[in-house]
């Protein structure tokens, strides 16, 4: 794999430490890199390409690497102008056998795809609802960004996270989100949000903020046979899984904890992924980022007017 990195912020210089010799070349404009522009880049000298521009110019860095055969891991989340220009790009990476995919890290987390496992398993019996919180403290570091304070906010930014987890443990019959509490303490930009989705099964509730000083994660999963729950995240360690078995007709159940403190593995496992997508070709995930945006969105719009 000769892999560019084209964006040389935060996400890029993460992306570059576990490229290795994979890396072929450093793209960006602003900073110091092998090229400031990936039509520089001869197309010869690579075959795939990890996108981590702001969002206004993914969609056409995107359509270059299409058109030219190489493959893409593009960093959460991907803003479409409208469902035609989706299909029209998701057509041509098919047509031209390119992979596409997005960089949602979160699903490599292991507590993330034990909880899928447990899910999946059927040991919970009927999901009743998921609530999940999650919070950092860079409301000051984002503040006046023209990337991350503007528009949609932390929505697009944590919410993008927390929306894709939704759709790895429960799958698209979880839709109809709803932002009950919309909220601008310090930033432009929405800075702390409430979503929920009361339509579907089961219930979901996330909060997201960037006004928690101590970087923090939670989530809880009540079911009809158990429950199960996740506290904080490998980069923030240690992180906990609880799981919970029902005691009938009441009583307190002994918990089965699993305690990780690790590095955080989801960076690696993620472009170890990608490499797997590349030798099968012909992967996208257009509809995944369509069904997040539709999300976003709607969730945003019934309380247009609440936001303050």
Request: hydrophobic share 35%.
């Amino acid at each position: 794999m000769k892999t560019i990195i084209v964006g040389m912020g935060i996400q890029g210089n993460k992306r570059k430490i576990f490229l290795n010799k994979n890396l072929k070349y450093t793209v960006d404009k602003f900073v110091g890199a092998d090229f400031k522009s990936i039509y520089d880049v001869p197309l010869k000298s690579f075959n795939s390409a990890i996108i981590c521009v702001p969002d206004n110019e993914k969609l056409k860095i995107m359509e270059y690497c299409i058109k030219n055969k190489k493959d893409i891991l593009v960093e959460k989340p991907v803003l479409f102008k409208s469902k035609t220009q989706a299909k029209k790009l998701d057509r041509l990476a098919k047509k031209n056998k390119v992979v596409v995919y997005t960089a949602f890290n979160h699903r490599f987390e292991p507590h993330f795809v034990r909880m899928e496992k447990l899910i999946k398993s059927k040991k919970l019996g009927k999901i009743y609802s998921c609530r999940m919180f999650y919070g950092n403290g860079t409301a000051s570091l984002v503040k006046n960004s023209g990337w991350k304070d503007t528009k949609y906010g932390i929505l697009t930014d944590l919410g993008s996270h927390l929306l894709d987890t939704c759709l790895f443990w429960f799958g698209k019959k979880v839709k109809n989100f709803k932002s009950v509490s919309n909220r601008k303490f310090e930033n432009r930009s929405i800075d702390h949000t409430i979503l929920i989705s009361d339509d579907s099964q089961p219930k979901i509730e996330i909060e997201m903020t960037y006004l928690m000083w101590k970087n923090h994660f939670t989530c809880d999963v009540l079911a009809e046979k158990g429950s199960a729950h996740i506290e904080s995240l490998c980069k923030w360690g240690p992180t906990t899984f609880t799981y919970r078995k029902r005691i009938y007709p009441s009583g307190k159940p002994k918990d089965k904890k699993i305690v990780l403190i690790k590095q955080d593995p989801t960076w690696l496992s993620e472009i170890n992924y990608f490499k797997k997508l590349r030798k099968n070709k012909n992967f996208t995930d257009f509809e995944k980022n369509l069904w997040i945006q539709k999300q976003l969105i709607e969730s945003l719009d019934y309380k247009l007017n609440k936001i303050i």
